[in-house]
């Protein structure tokens, strides 16, 4: 059937095709299937260095054990080791989950937090979106609040409950 692709959003021949980390059935052109098909999974990968991280409390209590009665040299190495580990462990999975998110076509989301412009307000996360008006703008969590002003203008406008935790429509938004 002819239509738009939901991936490349290019006009084409299309067919219902499950995501295979989303599991939704979207309309999908056939490029696209067959890159979904042929890609890693990452996840053999990213299992690999979770079992990593998870050997390291195990590897430290043992260091430490050595540094203590057997031998500080040791014992340092271990404890070194580990933390190597640790390091190395918590950057794979990070790499491997980017990869895996560019390779399917995941997005990072637009919200404020992941935004160049965004700016930390204490307690605002949850609170800001349930006032019932717009709040002073130094409550707000944006540096360029003067050129976002309609976009936190038509955030206040919704129900509390019609609110997500950021807008997530503003044409300013820059990735960190």
């Known amino acids: ?9 290019d006009e084409t021949e299309v067919e219902y095709f499950e995501h295979p980390v989303f599991l939704l059935n979207e309309p999908t052109c056939e490029k696209c299937k067959t890159k979904f098909l042929s890609s890693k999974t990452y996840e053999s990968q990213r ?8 050997s390291v409390p195990f590897l430290l209590i043992i260091s430490i ?5 057997v031998s500080k040299y040791v014992g340092i ?5 580990s933390i190597f ?8 999975m990070d790499y491997f989950g980017r990869k895996r998110d ?20 204490k307690k605002w996360d949850y609170e800001l979106m349930f006032f019932d008006e717009m ?13 976002t002003r309609r976009v936190w203008i038509s955030y206040f406008e919704l129900e509390s409950s019609d609110r997500t935790l950021y807008p997530g429509d503003c044409d300013r938004w820059s990735k960190k």
């Open 135 to 147: 709040p002073d703008k130094s409550m707000i969590p944006c540096k360029i609040f003067e050129k």
């Open 65 to 69: 054990l050595i540094l203590l009665f």
């Open 77 to 81: 190495i271990g404890i070194g080791i």
């Open 102 to 121: 560019e390779n399917f076509g995941i997005e990072q989301p637009k919200w404020c937090n992941n935004c160049k412009y965004y700016r930390k307000v």
């Open 47 to 54: 299992k690999f260095m979770a079992n990593i991280g998870c």
């Open 1 to 9: 059937m002819k239509g738009t692709c939901h991936y490349c959003k």
């Open 85 to 92: 580990m640790l390091l190395f462990s918590g950057i794979g």
